[in-house]
């Protein structure tokens, strides 16, 4: 892309970031991975062997010259389970990055926003980069960035759930006033429009990993995703056209001699 994305001052030539769960083998990851286009692959800390090096694992398929690794906190039900899974990918060599999950519900996988916050404040102090997961709600975006988040990462709808954008109003709004940061729709997007209609709402990225993984082709799947993305940011820089509610001709009536 002509344009890239720009998180904490570290630029990535891509806006999709790409995860690595629910994929039927680690091949097909990488194939979905390369077909991406993606730069930034997201990892979760507590469910990937990072002691034993003789048993195969999905990061020998993540080549370290190719793709930045994002340790996530995903399975973290409090502050301190997340705080302490962060610090864990920190020191086993993983990143000092963390797209942090503190999750407030099993069966909805809705964030505590509170425990994210907090824990958003004692990881930033501690030197790490956060990406926070978060509702889509304007308050707590806010606090998120004054805790010392350097992007916002909002959902769409429920994690996996492939729904698309639930509620546009709110994401709307969230890309009017958050200008401090960047903002990178996270969860809910299950096919090629959706991520689109995300990039032309002028959000900065998406990272998305169901859509993809449990897609019926998903290396042709994570193709469409890029171009999307793509696509959807080109619409946005171009600015679309006015709607109306009555007809405008294509050509103009004026100068016709017949």
């Not at 001052?9 to 891509?14: L, Y």
């Not at 897609?215 to 959807?232: K, L, S």
Request: aromatic letters at 6%; charged letters at 20%.
């Amino acid at each position: 892309m002509s344009d890239g994305l720009t998180i904490a001052g570290r630029p990535f030539r891509s806006r999709l970031l790409v995860g690595t769960g629910k994929y039927r083998s680690h091949q097909e990851m990488a194939a979905c991975h390369e077909a991406s286009g993606a730069e930034v692959v997201t990892v979760a800390v507590r469910r990937v062997n990072l002691t034993d090096r003789t048993q195969e694992s999905l990061l020998d398929y993540i080549p370290r010259d190719r793709y930045f690794l994002l340790p996530n906190t995903a399975a973290c039900y409090n502050a301190e389970e997340a705080i302490r899974a962060a610090r864990l990918g920190r020191e086993v060599g993983l990143s000092h990055w963390v797209k942090l999950e503190v999750i407030g519900d099993p069966e909805t996988l809705f964030p505590d926003n509170e425990g994210l916050v907090e824990a958003t404040r004692v990881l930033a102090k501690e030197g790490f980069v956060v990406l926070p997961y978060t509702t889509d709600d304007l308050i707590n975006a806010r606090k998120l960035i004054d805790a010392g988040a350097a992007a916002v990462m909002p959902l769409a709808a429920p994690i996996g759930s492939g729904l698309g954008i639930q509620n546009l109003t709110n994401l709307r709004i969230l890309r009017e006033k958050i200008t401090a940061v960047p903002l990178i729709v996270d969860a809910g997007v299950g096919t090629a429009s959706d991520a689109a209609v995300a990039m032309e709402l002028g959000y900065d990225g998406i990272l998305m990993n169901t859509a993809i993984a449990e897609a019926t082709d998903p290396p042709r799947m994570a193709a469409a995703m890029n171009h999307a993305v793509q696509a959807g940011r080109l619409a946005f820089q171009a600015g679309r056209m006015p709607r109306r509610l009555y007809a405008s001709a294509s050509s103009p009536l004026t100068g016709i001699s017949y």
